[in-house]
């Protein structure tokens, strides 16, 4: 089974930064499409980024300024880098991995991802 691993996640305060990674053991990230996946408690599965193998990167219209995604080649990892935090960042993130180009249709929808992490949990609260 294809393993993806997150991590980061953590409870923070409104206004804080926090920056969430994805990586595996079993293949190289940089030779796919990464997607970050959000989920709110009681609501769906958001998608809010994507970066292709190329380094394009797209955004949920909702997270556009704040979050920023990431490759490190070296270390195997994607990161999603959250600034000023907000209650309504609450959720699950999950990273996925797919095969398609990045682009605002295929950061939206998990359809094109077929290999999914576990998810960290980030709480935003005072």
């Known amino acids: 089974q294809v393993q993806l691993v997150e991590s980061g996640g953590g409870l923070v305060q409104p206004g804080e930064s926090l920056t969430l990674s994805c990586t595996s053991s079993?293949?190289?990230?940089?030779?796919?499409?990464v997607g970050w996946f959000r989920q709110a408690p009681g609501k769906e599965r958001e998608g809010i980024s994507c970066?292709?193998?190329?380094?394009?990167?797209h955004y949920a219209d909702s997270v556009k300024g704040r979050f920023s995604i990431s490759r490190d080649s070296d270390k195997n990892t994607v990161t999603l880098r959250i600034d000023t935090l907000r209650a309504e960042d609450t959720g699950t993130y999950y990273c996925?991995?797919?095969?398609?180009?990045?682009?605002?249709?295929?950061?939206?929808?998990?359809?094109?991802?077929?290999?999914w992490g576990q998810g960290t949990q980030v709480t935003v609260s005072s």
């Open positions: 970066i292709s193998t190329a380094g394009g990167a």
């Open positions: 079993e293949f190289m990230l940089d030779r796919y499409l």
């Open positions: 996925a991995r797919g095969s398609s180009v990045c682009s605002a249709v295929v950061a939206a929808r998990s359809y094109f991802y077929h290999h």
